[in-house]
């Protein structure tokens, strides 16, 4: 198929008629303003050969224009090597007419519809037309799988390929599949159970839960009827009533011989007690019995010593007084000891000061000398000094002096080598007669180092001159300086020549050595503090020897041994007093002691008689207190009686202690059993009561219940989750076979995109969906899907797509047009230029026509022009166009 | 003198049925009940004053008082028969077991309790020696002091007992040893027996009566009394074995490799007419068939389970075949491929994922043949 012109008339914002004349093969390009009527003038095509003259589609109406009128359109074209002009009006004014220009047959109204429908589904136009049809931005709208394009391309792809045979049966059996596997799973990832298979899910965990329960349940009923069966064998037991009644006489014996036992215990403690009260009793009365008898004797005893004691008294008196006196002697010799050893002690101290004034003055006479010693090693080493001090050649200076003078030495013998030696020898006769500035020159040889006139008388004068050079003259300087140097240094050492200097050095040195020496004997003879010290020892040791002191009488060791003497009578004396005086105090002591005990005695004397009744009382007295003892001596005896008689009769402890806790068992075992038959009853009642509950909840019956229940769920569950793995499995075998025929089926498709993809993406490779939208692009091995792409991407790729179909359409030989209505809308300049290498290839093979807004963009893009016209009426002029075009 | 008397066993009053579903449980444990009446009906028509139950009265020691006041009420109902009824491991008469209720709710005189081991006459001239079960389980035998038991001369001893007659293979649940040459020892005329669920003759004077209303799917032969005649202390006791059962429990084994095997049950089941809504069966179908035939067979059986009772189709052992015959049902097309990668699987070493592959190529040749134009 293929488009030559269209022409409107009363359409969308067209006031006025208008047409697009002169479409050819290939390539046509219509490049306009934007609402210049590019997309109103096909969308008029697209109704012209898609709606029927008689709707009132909303699309249809929507060509009204504003100002009203009917819609006409006329399309020219080419099916099958022939031209037909199509021609529709709808609305008010609705009419079809198809008209074969080849043939000039007419068809009109209904006949028209059907004859053009007829033309193209044959031809395979109309179903292809709007598939191709990539309007702004419409391009990325994928087709509907109901559109009667996709199923025309459909059509031709299956007639295309023949191993889809058999996809539509199984994509029924697929949906039929997911349809059941939809009842059993949700569409979440992973699928979770819904329907009848999560019911079936949850009754078996209820199941399981509630068996769980119905099982603690029922084991514990179970346990609570053997325990309710042993409790009843014990409550048989306790309760039987000769047990009882053993039990109870058991404990009465038990108890009343604890009874007894504890009352004859009793009684032989009171028993005891009655002794020892006895006892005390008579131990209290014969304490009083001889108190008094104790107190009758004392007072005799007293009475007797108070008379002794006055003679005893009268003693004493005369001791103390014999004492007194023995003391005051002793004490006045002891006084005069001690002063005689005060005296004896300042006269040896008046002895002992003058030894030492005599030995200051000894000492002092010997440092004298030695100050006189030391004064004249003083003034010798001053001389020795002052003879130093002259000498100014030092050992330094000295060595200087060598030096130099050494230099001149070597000097001289070398200018003197480099001289011309004379030697004069005399004829003899002749001696004498060579003289040098008068003087006569002796035989032998002369040194000539400066030039030398001799003069021989008659003869004349002979100039003898040393020879001229640079080194003599250097030499000659060199000496000078040195000869200078040298005798700078005799003047400053005082000098005249080497040999002068080395004597005065050692003339020094022997006056440095003796000036050591006289060092060496001062320090000798001074002390450490030297000089100084010395003076100041002779001074204070010359105050010493001149202090006061009269010279002693006698010789210290004669006042020595007279205070050793003097010593031993005072010591003498001191120990008579001390004997005195511990007399004194012994005999002191005996007597206050006397006058104490004395004293003591009348007071005890006088405590004794108020104690004791009155002497003639006292007879009657002592009867009484001698009934009174015996008396309680009888109560004694027969309380021992009595307690010896109840000791035989009562238990001893251990005895009583184990029949009161035979009595204490007896009676407890009886309250034991008492409170166990309590306790057991209320634990029959309780599990007794329990029991009912359970089996008015028939605990095991509804275990085997749920049991059975639980099984039939179990094995329920199990068919199901059979069967959803069967009905998974048959799903995935479906899909992935699914996918294996939408890639045998797509392939027509993907053959024809490859090449304008190569052309636009070098390297890249599409992949086309089921509904033959584009999927994903491939590019340097990242796959991305086309919802990730770039709009302007995405619609070029959209557009490549709408060529490929029309690639698919054109070699199957249904060809028809690709109208792309400004469906580049996001594309740089760049990638516009890449679409434009595809839409040339494209065109190779079937019509293309471009409708774009940017005229600049496309004006370097070849093909056709289109421009929308006036629609000229003239019939004839047409028909000849359009002949001439489909010839 | 003769002395006719009615054995039975094995009521098992408030069995639940867990496993069925809908009101199936109710209906079949209220036909454990009406066994009672059919009991009785038989007992009418043999002459017979006494029913000797022996044991297991109840499904659980733990049944409800309102199960007892049902069946007591029932029993009560009954006034010309006296029901003579000992516990057995089910229902062991210990404390505060389900006899407490049975005997707290004062049965009237014609329900008699044997609930210790006590001979009691119960018509002149005839006594019994009952051995109830006090516990699930006994180490010695519960009849055992019926040897050492005397009674008047000439009287007709009759033993009442529940439990296993060791040594000839009638084990049933209940762990209690019981001679069989009791009759012998203790002089007895009869040992009337429970425990078993099939009618049993263990000798000519040892029976098993068997439950009067089918349970489960048995071995043996369930739902029946047996009306026992008497007709003197040493004379050979005269057995009938009467049915009782309301519902029939049957099971059923056929090797299928067509649809064409299943005629047979078809026709029983059809044969039955109404009363097959008192049957219930249960069907194990082993063998192998043609894809197509399994299919058929599979609807079959979802035809026939609405005309019983309760069908219990056992197919786990009912294999289809994946021949290329089998396939081609399938055409040349995606759907063939399919089924092919099906049949590989289900011949996988991996049974579980072998068994998924198979169901799933039936499953495949299910929807296929739903389909129209489908390949199957």
Known sequence: ?887 | MSFTFIHTADWQIGKPFGEFAGDKPGVLRQARLEAIDKIAAVARQRGAAHVLAAGDIFDFETGSSLLVRQLVQRLASHRDITWHLISGNHDPARASSVWDDVRGAAPPANVVLHLDAMATEIARGVVLLPAPLKAKSCVSDPTAWMDHTPSPEGSMRIGLAHGSVTGFGSEGDAAVPIDPTRPRTAGLSFLALGDWHGTKRIGERVWYSGTPEPDSFPDNEPGHVLAVTLDGPTAVPRVETVRTATYTWGKRALNVTAAEDLRSLVDEVTSLGPDAQRHLMHVAITGRAHLAAHLAVGRLLSDLEPSLFHLNADITQFAALHEMSDLALFGTGALRTVAERLSSQAGNDDVRHSRVAAQALLKLAHIASNTAGGAA
């Open chain 1, 1 to 887: 198929m293929k488009i030559l012109a269209v022409r409107l008339a009363e359409v969308g914002c067209f006031s006025r008629a208008v047409a697009v004349e002169g479409l050819g093969d290939g390539l046509n390009v219509l490049a306009g303003e934007n609402e210049a009527g590019k997309s109103t003038i096909f969308a008029a095509l697209r109704m012209a050969f898609e709606q029927s003259h008689k709707t009132a589609h909303r699309d249809v109406e929507a060509m009204r224009p504003y100002s009203g009128g009917a819609p006409l359109v006329e399309v020219d074209f080419v099916v099958g090597g022939e031209t037909w002009r199509l021609r529709k009006q709808y609305l008010t004014g609705r009419m079809a007419e198809l008209r074969n220009l080849t043939t000039g047959q007419v068809s009109r109204g209904t006949d028209a519809e059907e004859n053009l429908t007829a033309l193209l589904t044959q031809k395979g136009g109309r179903p292809a037309l709007s598939l191709l049809w990539a309007s702004q931005k419409g391009a990325l709208t994928p087709l509907p799988p109901s559109e009667d394009a996709a199923i025309g391309l459909k059509r031709v792809i299956s007639a295309e390929i023949a191993a889809t045979a058999g996809g539509s049966e199984a994509r029924h059996v697929r949906v039929a599949v997911r349809a059941e596997l939809d009842a059993y799973l949700t569409g979440h990832k992973p699928p979770r159970p819904r329907g009848d298979y999560d019911i079936a899910i949850k009754a078996k965990l209820r199941l399981e839960s509630d068996l769980a329960l119905a099982v603690a349940r029922r084991d514990a009923a179970l346990v609570r009827l053997d325990r309710l069966s042993e409790l009843k064998t014990q409550e048989t037991e306790l309760c039987d009533p000769g047990r009882i009644a053993a039990r109870a006489d058991a404990s009465a014996k038990a108890a009343t011989a604890a009874a007894t036992a504890r009352d004859a215990l009793q009684k032989q403690r009171a028993a005891a007690d009655a002794v020892s009260g006895a006892e005390s009793r008579l131990a209290l009365a014969r304490s009083k019995r001889e108190i008094f008898e104790a107190d009758l004797k004392r007072l005799a005893a007293l009475t007797a010593e108070a008379i002794l004691d006055q003679d005893l008294s009268r003693d004493l008196a005369t001791s103390l007084a014999d004492v007194e006196a023995r003391v005051t002697e002793a004490r006045d010799a002891r006084n005069i000891a001690r002063n005689a050893l005060v005296q004896a002690d300042c006269e040896l101290k008046a002895a002992r000061e003058a030894e030492r004034k005599q030995e200051a003055q000894q000492r002092l006479s010997g440092l004298n000398q030695t100050l006189a010693a030391a004064d004249e090693a003083i003034r010798a080493g001053l001389e020795l000094k002052s003879k130093l001090d002259v000498l100014r050649v030092t050992p330094d200076l000295l060595r200087t002096i060598r030096t130099e003078d050494d230099a001149v030495r070597r000097l001289e013998d070398r200018l003197a080598a480099a001289a011309p030696r004379l030697t004069i020898a005399y004829a003899p006769g002749a001696e004498g007669r060579i003289t040098q500035n008068g003087t006569s020159l002796a035989g032998g040889a002369h040194l000539v180092d400066r030039t030398l006139v001799l003069e021989i008388a008659g003869v004349g004068t002979i100039e003898i001159a040393p020879g001229v050079s640079d080194d003599a003259t250097t030499a000659q300087d060199t000496l000078a300086r040195h000869r200078a140097a040298l005798a700078r240094l005799f003047a400053d050492a005082g000098v005249a020549s080497l040999a002068d200097a080395e004597r005065q050095l050692t003339h020094r040195q022997q006056l440095e050595q003796e000036i050591a020496e006289a060092r060496a004997r001062l320090g000798a003879l001074l002390p450490a503090g030297g000089l100084a010290k010395l003076k100041t020892d002779i001074d204070a040791l010359a105050a010493t020897a001149s202090g006061n002191g009269d010279d002693a009488i006698r010789s210290r060791a004669d006042i020595e041994r007279d205070i050793d003497a003097i010593r031993q009578d005072l010591i003498k004396a001191e120990a008579a007093d001390e004997a005195a005086q511990r007399k004194l105090a012994v005999e002191r002591e005996a007597s206050v002691r006397h006058a104490a005990t004395s004293a003591d005695r009348a007071k005890r004397l006088d405590e004794l008689e108020d104690k004791l009744p009155a002497p003639a009382a006292r007879p009657a007295l002592a009867l009484e207190l001698q009934d009174a003892t015996n008396v309680c001596e009888r109560a004694l005896h027969a309380a021992v009686r009595e307690h010896t008689a109840w000791r035989e009769q009562a238990p001893d402890p251990d005895q009583l202690q184990a029949l009161e806790t035979s009595a204490q068992r007896a009676a407890e075992a009886v309250t034991a059993e008492n409170r166990q038959r309590e306790e057991l009853r209320r634990s029959v009642a309780s599990l007794e009561g329990e029991l009912r509950a359970d089996r008015n909840d028939e605990v095991e019956a509804r275990v085997a219940e749920l049991q059975g229940a639980l099984e039939a769920a179990t094995q329920r569950l199990d068919r199901m989750e059979d069967d959803v793995a069967a009905l998974q499995l048959l799903d995935s075998e479906l899909r992935a076979e699914e996918m294996r025929s939408q890639d045998q089926y797509l392939r027509p498709i993907s053959e024809r995109l490859a090449p304008y993809v190569d052309l636009v993406f070098p390297g890249a490779d599409i992949t086309v969906a089921e509904n033959f939208a584009p999927a994903s692009l491939r590019r340097a091995n990242d796959r991305e899907t086309i919802a990730a792409l770039s709009e302007g991407t995405q619609e070029q790729l959209a557009v490549m797509v709408r060529l490929a179909f029309g690639r698919l359409m054109a070699d199957t030989g249904s060809a028809v047009p690709v109208i792309l209505d400004d469906a580049l809308v996001y594309s740089d300049d760049e990638r516009i230029l890449r679409m434009f290498m595809a839409f040339i290839t494209a065109a190779r093979h079937h019509q293309l026509i471009v409708l774009t807004c940017r005229s600049r963009t496309f004006s370097g893009l070849d093909g056709h022009r289109l421009k929308i016209a006036p629609w000229q009426s003239d019939a004839q002029s047409s028909d000849r166009h359009l002949l001439s075009a489909s010839a």
